[in-house]
């Protein structure tokens, strides 16, 4: 069967008329998957929701869910005041829910979703929600629990979906993901009937076709999606006070009795989480191209490291990094610049060669 030709504007080359940035972060990958239960300590009622690694925004409305359901169950009735800790995707949904069930909510956390997620030099790492590519494809985690991971994903696929089609965020849409020269995520990861992918040819405009498989899904831009629900929150009276938490000491400071902690990565500190691992992840900030609508995922000659290119806000992220570097407090200039030189290679092998007479 002959493939369909898709003609794609190709990505722009990264250089330094047309970057604006960077940013990192590191991912909050745990062994042993995703910890979603109770925990007692002196007299407090912490509910635990992370280890998501790169999945979070993917798995974020189901899991929130499923931890509030789970309260609900077990103590919902004898409180009336809440804690949450952490202001990520996580956070933010588990405060409006709860907040919609009539509790009052504060949340605490170092930092707050700010207004465009690209780092400053000598400035504090963004909250990692915001760093987060925001692609709905629920992987990048020790998957260890295939029927709650089923549920999470499609129940947090169907609420974004159903936030599209209502038109209730700006931050949510749906996206075009086109796949070359990887292993295609989807038969593993996702619920069956949600997504549906197509093998193609794609023309970059330069008379050369690739093989790639296309699908649709969602991207959740998180320099406007996580403000949406930041404001959401705030306008229902959620109450978010700045806090730095150092030890489990500071967190069980809290007047509340039931805290729900969605730190993430803030777990291996605070909870001694050692199954905690430090996976960073880099991204390059480059000026937007007209009609460049699509998230695109590929691989170097070598398959060594990922090449990616989407939009997010007014600009485009380029690179994705995922490497094992420890709790690292900067970004690494080194990573950055190999995150540039893949893009300017995959450009030079797939969208300035020309062809064959």
């Known amino acids: 069967q002959?493939?369909?030709?898709?003609?794609?504007?190709?990505?722009?080359?990264?250089?330094?008329?047309?970057?604006?940035?960077y940013t990192w972060g590191i991912r909050p990958y745990r062994k042993g998957g995703i910890r979603l239960e109770r925990e007692d300590i002196c007299g407090k009622i912490i509910y635990h929701n992370y280890g998501h690694g790169g999945a979070g925004v993917s798995l974020a409305y189901g899991a929130a869910k499923k931890i509030v359901d789970k309260f609900l169950m077990e103590v919902g009735s004898k409180v009336k005041t809440v804690a949450i800790i952490g202001s990520g995707y996580m956070g933010l949904f588990q405060g409006l829910m709860l907040k919609d069930l009539g509790y009052n909510v504060n949340i605490y956390a170092s930092q707050f979703p700010v207004k465009l997620g690209i780092y400053k030099e000598g400035g504090l790492p963004m909250i990692t929600s915001q760093v987060a590519g925001g692609l709905w494809m629920p992987y990048g985690y020790d998957l260890t629990n295939k029927a709650l991971h089923d549920s999470m994903a499609k129940e947090t696929f169907l609420y974004y979906k159903q936030c599209i089609d209502k038109k209730i965020y700006k931050g949510l849409s749906y996206s075009?993901?086109?796949?070359?020269?990887?292993?295609?995520?989807?038969?593993?990861?996702?619920?069956?009937?949600?997504?549906?992918?197509?093998?193609?040819?794609?023309d970059f405009g330069n008379g050369v076709l690739h093989d790639a498989e296309i699908y649709n899904t969602i991207l959740m831009d998180g320099d406007v999606f996580l403000n949406e629900l930041y404001e959401e929150a705030k306008a229902k009276s959620v109450v978010f006070i700045e806090k730095k938490f150092n030890t489990l000491d500071d967190v069980l400071s809290?007047?509340?009795?039931?805290?729900?902690?969605?730190?993430?990565?803030?777990?291996?500190?605070?909870?001694?989480?050692?199954n905690m691992i430090p996976i960073s992840g880099h991204l390059?900030?480059?000026?937007?191209?007209?009609?460049?609508?699509y998230f695109l995922s590929s691989t170097t000659a070598d398959g060594s490291w990922r090449v990616t290119t989407y939009p997010q806000g007014n600009k485009l992220a380029m690179g994705l990094s995922y490497e094992e570097k420890g709790w690292i407090e900067k970004p690494d200039p080194k990573t950055i610049q190999?995150?540039?030189?893949?893009?300017?290679?995959f450009i030079h092998r797939k969208v300035e060669i020309k062809p064959k007479l």
């Open 254 to 274: 809290l007047s509340e009795d039931v805290i729900f902690n969605c730190t993430g990565n803030g777990s291996h500190k605070l909870f001694n989480d050692k």
């Open 284 to 293: 390059i900030y480059v000026k937007k191209v007209p009609g460049f609508d």
């Open 2 to 21: 002959q493939r369909e030709v898709v003609k794609l504007v190709p990505p722009p080359k990264p250089t330094k008329d047309n970057i604006l940035g």
């Open 338 to 345: 190999t995150l540039i030189n893949n893009m300017i290679d």
């Open 176 to 202: 075009k993901t086109v796949i070359m020269d990887i292993k295609n995520p989807v038969p593993e990861f996702v619920p069956d009937g949600l997504i549906q992918t197509k093998l193609v040819k794609v």
